[in-house]
């Protein structure tokens, strides 16, 4: 059997995932990454995304937003401020946040401030991942 | 003496209290449940973040960060986190007190002191002193991390427009279901923590940084703000309910007593009844007998 990486996601309302698993798959600040066993120490930053996993053919993904992982010592760590499984997401929900994102960019204007724009954006992104990761699962 | 039925309406009436109080006991325990294990699963995320904080501040220069900017202290703010509701004790004007205290201290040093009010009854105590510059309400009943963010967000921008030189937030500690002590906890500018061990920082001494350190604390500041506030308002939370059961249970424990002097009083007062009546009989008796 291959080798296994710890898996750990903490989010403030508790630890979501702790498995053992064959590669994880993040949205890194740089680009998506992913994390095979003995990876070396590494730190990275996480935008709002898809973070998945596999366990032989297991694949699980989890939608994420914002936060940092941490690998070390053949764990890696992810700390978020929130964590949802696919199947746990409301997909009406998520619709309709995406389309009042959507409006509320399409109708911003010069006007608006800076940070309105970036929570709609924010919001519009958050909404994105949460459809793409209830799809997968 | 008072007439046998004032008394019973009183007793009556203590015992409606009493019965109130014991619910609301009840339902500060069951919340404090709640609240608690909200707070046991914030830990480990605060643990690791902190640890990960002390990691990445260990080295390089922190003057370059807007919220590590240590100042010449001239404003200092003060967020006072506290419930929203009354009825638990002294717990809320215990943190009142500590935050008076602090800002009389602070001016006696000259310095300015504006309030942040996290919670209805910090807002109320010190919307007096005209120093209150903004207030978040109503938001104690139900912890959501997007409440911290927003109350960390004003007090950085605050900070870093230079509102401010120094922030700290008072709030109620849960040190266990008896004890709850009001706390003040230096915020900002943020302080590089010391990480614990030594042999610690030399394993994590070799990371991959993706992107810069720099990059990745200029991510993890605001987070760390957050984190910050938002174990201030869970402490408050679990402190909040377990003040209020105390409080109820000593109010429970007051109307009981109040009820069995009260009985007392009734009963002194209803066999002063009867023996009237019964002088009376006997009176009448013997002016019969002639």
New interface residues.
């Given amino acids: 059997m291959a080798q296994q990486i710890h898996l750990e996601v903490?989010?403030?309302?508790?630890?979501v995932v702790s498995e053992d698993v064959d590669i994880v798959n993040a949205p890194?600040?740089?680009g998506d990454?992913g994390v095979l066993a003995n990876h070396?120490?590494?730190?990275?930053?996480i935008k709002i995304g898809l973070l998945t996993y596999e366990q032989g053919k297991d694949r699980k993904s989890l939608m994420i937003s914002?936060?940092?992982s941490?690998v070390?010592n053949n764990k890696i760590?992810f700390?978020v401020?929130?964590a949802e499984f696919g199947s746990e997401i409301d997909v009406t929900r998520a619709m309709k946040a995406k389309e009042r994102a959507e409006k509320r960019l399409s109708q911003a204007t010069a006007h608006d401030d800076h940070f309105n724009q970036v929570r709609a954006e924010a919001a519009l992104q958050r909404a994105l991942a949460r459809l793409k990761a209830s799809k997968i699962d | 003496m008072p007439s046998l039925k004032d008394v019973k309406d009183k007793i009556v009436g203590v015992k409606k209290t009493a019965q109130i109080t014991s619910a609301m006991n009840m339902v500060a325990s069951a919340k404090l449940r709640g609240a608690q294990e909200?707070m046991e699963?914030?830990h480990?995320?605060a643990e690791?973040?902190n640890e990960?904080m002390s990691?990445?501040s260990g080295g390089g220069n922190t003057d370059q960060f807007p919220l590590m900017e240590v100042r010449e202290v001239k404003n200092v703010e003060l967020v006072v986190v506290t419930s929203d509701r009354g009825l638990c004790g002294s717990f809320n004007s215990n943190i009142i007190k500590l935050a008076e205290q602090k800002r009389r201290k602070y001016e006696a040093e000259g310095k300015t002191v504006s309030f942040v009010c996290v919670g209805k009854k910090a807002n109320q105590s010190l919307k007096k002193t005209g120093k209150v510059r903004n207030q978040f309400l109503d938001i104690m009943s139900d912890f959501q991390?997007f409440n911290a963010?927003e109350i960390a967000q004003d007090v950085a921008l605050n900070f870093t427009n230079g509102g401010a030189d120094k922030v700290e937030v008072i709030y109620g500690h849960f040190k266990s279901v008896a004890v709850q002590r009001p706390v003040a906890q230096d915020m900002l500018p943020i302080t590089p923590l010391e990480s614990e061990g030594e042999a610690e920082k030399r394993?994590?001494g070799?990371?991959?940084?993706?992107?810069s350190t720099e990059?990745?604390m200029d991510?993890?500041q605001p987070?760390y703000l957050?984190?910050i506030i938002?174990n201030a308002m869970l402490q408050v939370g679990a402190s909040e309910h377990a003040a209020r059961m105390a409080a109820m249970d000593n109010a429970t424990n007051a109307c009981k007593d109040i009820v069995s002097d009260l009985t007392l009083v009734y009963n002194k007062a209803r066999q002063a009844a009867v023996t009237g009546e019964l002088m009376d009989i006997v009176g009448g008796a013997e002016a019969l007998k002639g």
């Fill in positions: 903490v989010t403030p309302a508790g630890a890194g600040y740089g990454f070396a120490p590494f730190l990275s930053t914002g936060g940092f941490e070390s760590t700390l401020e929130s | 909200k699963n914030f480990p995320y690791k973040f990960a990691n990445l991390m963010r394993i994590s070799d990371y991959i940084y993706e992107p990059e990745i991510v993890m987070l957050n984190v938002y």
